[in-house]
């Protein structure tokens, strides 16, 4: 059964690093999303990618922020410096879109438990 | 700017019974609107989509309507099993142009007790 993998599954550092989230798409998807979940503000849509090219990143912090496709097969979410705020559950997903975004099911992985202290 | 509110935050009820669970929202213009479920330490499931020209979407034992002049979409299951305990999200996707607005409902926490 195909799944979404995102690694790590759980991070803790401090304030002021750099932290990296990995997400491997599905096989064959060619649209990924990045999300933030957190009690407060519930679950966000940060940004996603269409083909590997960015098509809305304006849910994402840009000044610490950032989020690329180096190949199909993996994205990446950078967060640099990190803050205590920035502590929440960051989910990736990923789907096949044939014509428009959202027009069609996303499959998400588990997630990245980011904390920092 | 959208909201998007789930009624109730939390649901406990008996297996076999069938439930509405409730998403609102404040603006009508909508793309479509989507139901999720997620469980404890997951991510999110994909259940039902409905288009904004659809009044009702289903899948085996869940239904999903919606009402765009009244700002309203249910959930309905049929025959509640333990293992619908999960909590279940709404998202209303709005377009603008080339971009699109994806706002959740906080949702519902549902116990089935056996």
């Known amino acids: 059964d195909a799944r979404v993998t995102q690694t790590p599954r759980h991070k803790v550092t401090e304030m002021g690093q750099e932290v990296t989230m990995r997400c491997q798409p599905i096989l064959g998807h060619n649209t990924v999303f990045w999300y933030r979940q957190t009690m407060m503000q519930g679950l966000e849509l940060l940004a996603y990618f269409r083909n590997r090219a960015p098509l809305d990143d304006s849910g994402m912090p840009k000044d610490r922020f950032s989020a690329e496709m180096p190949d199909a097969t993996l994205a990446t979410l950078k967060i640099q410096p990190s803050e205590p705020r920035d502590s929440a559950v960051y989910f990736c997903?990923?789907?096949?879109?044939?014509?428009?975004?959202?027009?069609?099911?996303?499959?998400f992985g588990d997630g990245t438990r980011l904390s920092i202290l | 700017k959208q909201e998007v509110t789930q009624i109730p935050a939390a649901l406990s009820v008996p297996e076999g019974e069938n439930l509405v669970l409730n998403c609102s929202f404040t603006?009508?213009?909508?793309?479509?609107l989507q139901w999720f479920r997620q469980d404890p330490g997951k991510g999110l499931t994909s259940l039902l989509l409905?288009?904004?020209?659809?009044r009702e979407q289903t899948s085996g034992r869940l239904n999903a309507s919606l009402d765009k002049s009244s700002g309203r979409s249910t959930l309905y299951i049929a025959a509640s099993q333990p293992g619908d305990s999960a909590t279940y999200l709404c998202a209303v996707i709005r377009s603008g142009g080339s971009n699109y607005k994806l706002t959740f409902g906080k949702g519902t926490l549902l116990t089935v007790n056996p």
């Open positions: 997903a990923s789907g096949l879109v044939m014509w428009t975004v959202f027009n069609q099911p996303q499959h």
């Open positions: 409905i288009q904004s020209s659809q």
């Open positions: 603006d009508s213009a909508i793309y479509n």
